[in-house]
């Protein structure tokens, strides 16, 4: 939403370094569309919104194939990236150093190379080729020395089911050699990846990704039609066994395609924060080649409650995507399927009730191309109406208009406790993606909702709910949706973004 690449032709897995106030995004690249990832690049950031492409980094050697890049870490004071090349099939691991994190020099391969050790991993699987992809990076806890993470499948275990976090440690966080892997084996499919590991509060989380969600592994799945996500795992130990809390819902999962994918902790001054990126409707990320239409995401909070819970928050420093504030023209609204006597305008609130279902549509275009955001208090205060004895479900929330008149995308926060997304062709609403979302009888929600081209971010009293790719293009219209209720509106601003 907020950068994709200018020099490089596009981007795949993110991580951040922190580095005298700047914020250095490395990511994945290729040069060319018809090209596998063959380098790594650097973008770099005063605020975390606003990056300066600076190109690439790392280009991945003549005889390999293809490319990953894991992440930077200082050692001495010199900083140390690691990438993995893939040659006949099997991956290995290499590192390059840097004074400036702009600058880079691959080093020796012969000294430094890390390959997977076949007491612990395999080389490939029925559903997988071998990976030894992408070390996540930490100072060890229980002597000096490092401890890494990185994409592995384990050599034992039950056939389908030998996704696992491979291990590697070193002595001067140069050298690296495997260890065994930390969570075991029959848990997760063997196409599982691993994205970054922090120490919260004395206990140690891991980012996982699931780009789909095999047979055996489908308890995982948030939604019926899940694409899978990212997961948090957690263990006791730098060396795990790193376990999923049954309490713990999945991150940054969606459904029926892929709006995000591959998060990784980021450790900022202070905070701890979350990086991603958000993809264009491409159907299969796994066998897309190239990803393009690839953004990299606003940054994210990581909150972790007092029974060790992971969840994801708005986080502060994005009020530099605030720009100018947007008129409204609310007393100009347009309605769709409300009569006049189903909605007021009241000292700045807008009150709206129907027993099926209504739009009310602010009247201005925004502008799309660069970002638009929208605040709002919603309060769904009175379902309405009742089918059998389960009751009809209400909802209250927001709408992006496409090229259509009264058509588009639909955020509805629904009395069943749930939050669902998808399109709205004026008649029929085709919920794609839901979320968990606990409904208050007239509780008010403060929403922010943002937008910018096909990609869309919403947040629930500071809460990340939804990153979403629309099906559509946005026509430049705003509004806000009533189901089977009544409701109001206030506090409404909307503001261009700064990019």
């Not at 020395?145 to 384990?154: D, F, K, P, Q, W």
Request: contains cysteine.
């Amino acid at each position: 939403m907020i950068f994709t690449p200018t020099i490089s032709a596009a981007m795949w897995d993110t991580s951040l370094y922190h580095h005298e106030g700047k914020h250095y995004l490395f990511y994945l690249s290729n040069s060319r569309a018809d090209k596998p990832w063959d380098s790594a690049c650097v973008a770099v950031s005063e605020d975390g919104i606003h990056f300066v492409d600076h190109g690439p980094i790392i280009q991945k050697a003549n005889d390999a194939v293809w490319m990953g890049f894991g992440m930077v870490w200082k050692v001495g004071p010199r900083f140390i990236a690691n990438f993995s090349e893939e040659r006949n099939g099997i991956q290995a691991l290499f590192f390059a150093e840097s004074d400036d994190l702009l600058n880079w020099r691959r080093l020796p391969d012969e000294e430094y190379i890390c390959r997977s050790d076949p007491r612990w991993y395999s080389d490939a699987t029925l559903f997988s080729g071998h990976r030894w992809d992408g070390i996540w990076v930490l100072e060890r806890d229980d002597q000096p020395g490092y401890i890494g993470y990185l994409t592995a499948i384990a050599r034992e275990g039950p056939t389908g089911l030998c996704g696992t976090a491979g291990c590697v440690v070193s002595d001067d966080g140069m050298h690296f050699r495997a260890a065994p892997p930390v969570i075991e084996s029959g848990f997760w499919g063997d196409r599982v990846e691993v994205g970054s590991v922090e120490k919260i509060d004395n206990r140690y989380f891991m980012l996982l990704g699931q780009a789909e969600i095999p047979l055996g592994v489908r308890q995982t799945a948030h939604h019926p039609s899940a694409s899978g996500g990212m997961y948090a795992v957690v263990a006791d130990r730098q060396t795990g066994p790193f376990r999923l809390d049954p309490r713990q819902r999945p991150l940054l999962v969606s459904s029926p395609n892929h709006y995000t994918y591959f998060s990784r902790f980021y450790r900022c001054g202070d905070e701890l924060l979350l990086n991603h990126h958000s993809i264009a409707r491409v159907g299969d990320i796994a066998n897309s080649t190239p990803k393009l239409g690839t953004y990299f995401a606003p940054l994210k909070a990581v909150h972790c409650d007092s029974e060790g819970l992971l969840s994801i928050h708005w986080w502060p420093g994005n009020r530099a995507l605030f720009r100018s504030e947007q008129p409204l023209m609310l007393e100009s609204h347009t309605r769709f399927g409300l009569q006049p006597d189903q909605e007021q305008i009241q000292d700045g609130k807008l009150h709206i009730s129907s027993l099926a279902g209504g739009l009310a549509v602010l009247p201005v275009h925004y502008d799309f191309s660069h970002g638009t955001i929208l605040e709002a208090d919603l309060t769904l205060e009175a379902p309405l109406g009742t089918t059998g004895t389960t009751g009809t479900i209400s909802g209250m929330g927001l709408f992006v208009e496409g090229s259509r008149s009264y058509n588009g995308t639909l955020l509805i926060a629904q009395s069943n406790g749930q939050f669902a997304v998808g399109t709205y062709n004026g008649y029929a609403f085709k919920a794609e993606d839901s979320k968990a979302l606990p409904f208050v009888p007239s509780g008010t929600m403060k929403w922010r909702l943002l937008v910018r081209d096909v990609f869309v971010e919403l947040y629930i009293n500071d809460v990340f709910v939804q990153c979403y790719t629309l099906a559509h293009k946005p026509g430049g219209r705003l509004g806000f949706v009533i189901e089977a209720g009544t409701g109001g509106v206030e506090n409404i601003r909307v503001w261009q973004m700064s990019l």
